[in-house]
């Protein structure tokens, strides 16, 4: 697929004769593949552009070229097709999420970036791709990216911890009962504590890796509580009423509304929410008798 380095040259189209078209964007880190089609489907070029806002100014200005541009289908729109769908929808463009084709397409059609983004514009203009993608520019964004660095705050401190008592287990016997039966919050304390300043032998260099898991482990803890109030913090300010729900603090609360994204209209009904979310009924298990729900449906 050719690439573009210079604003594309419109071909002036009059608004009154010009076709409508469909762009297909397969996305990359450094660069995206854009094709654009007509309403029957014909491939009328393709090009690639890089990700940066002359990038997308160019895609843009491209794809008009070859007639009214309303719709486009983004493969990635919530990694590295995200700042791509914002774009285009700030241009008044109607940004549908596109899953990656099936292995037995790409079998049948073979795997290029420009067959890829082809097939983009094509599953949108069929039918097949119908999922608005979320806009990812607002609240809940904000809500998702402190969950994000929560996440891995938890795990960094889950590690730390394990990798402390592993310590502790093949520690000097002297260090090792001086440090039995402590809580944890009380371990924490007395390893933070431990004098580090000595040799550099085996029992000195334990009390060293002690005290930096210690540290590092509290400075984890300090995170995870920041982050904790932050997010409770946004819940509050943007969607207070989801806090009153029985059983819905705010960490279930954000993971609600990240499921749901900043354009919640996108999705149609409960039931859509429910097939996002994973928790759609069986639909054996509907027509099941409930005196027999514990016997196999038949």
């Known amino acids: ?45 393709g090009r690639t552009f890089p990700t940066t806002t002359e990038g997308y ?30 774009h285009l929808r700030a241009e008044g463009i109607e940004v549908t999420e596109v899953n990656q084709p099936d292995k037995a397409a790409r079998r049948r059609r073979g795997k290029t970036d420009a067959v890829d983004a082809e097939a983009a514009a094509r599953a949108v203009l069929s039918g097949r791709a ?36 592993s310590v502790l287990i093949s520690a000097d016997a002297a260090l090792r009962e001086s440090l039995a039966g402590l809580s944890n919050p009380h371990l924490l304390k007395r390893c933070a504590e431990l004098d580090d300043s000595r040799g ?22 300090g995170e995870i509580d920041n982050l904790n109030k932050r997010i409770a913090a946004g819940v509050k300010a943007h969607f207070p009423g989801l806090l009153d729900t029985h059983g819905v603090g705010p960490d279930n609360a ?16 409960e039931a859509s929410f429910a097939a996002l979310c994973g928790t759609s009924p069986v639909e054996g298990i509907l027509r099941q008798d409930p005196t027999t729900a514990a016997q196999p449906w038949r």
């Open 1 to 45: 697929m050719p690439s573009i380095t210079q604003p594309a040259a419109p071909c002036h189209i009059p608004a009154d004769t010009a076709e409508e078209i469909l762009l297909g964007v397969d996305t990359h880190k450094d660069f995206h593949a854009a094709a654009v089609v007509n309403v029957l489907g014909a491939a009328l070029d």
């Open 57 to 86: 100014r160019q895609l843009v200005a491209w794809a008009h070229s070859f007639g009214v541009l309303r719709r486009a289908g983004v493969e990635c729109t919530g990694s590295y097709g995200a700042a791509l769908a914002r």
């Open 130 to 165: 119908t999922a608005t993608a979320k806009t990812s520019d607002g609240p809940i964004e904000g809500l998702r990216l402190l969950k994000l660095a929560k996440g891995s705050a938890i795990k960094s401190r889950t590690q730390a911890i394990n990798q402390l008592k």
């Open 200 to 221: 550099d032998g085996p029992a000195d260099t334990a009390r060293h890796v002690l005290k930096l898991l210690a540290d590092r482990i509290q400075h984890l803890t």
């Open 254 to 269: 954000a993971a609600l509304l990240i499921s749901a994204g900043d354009n919640p209209d996108r999705l149609s009904s």
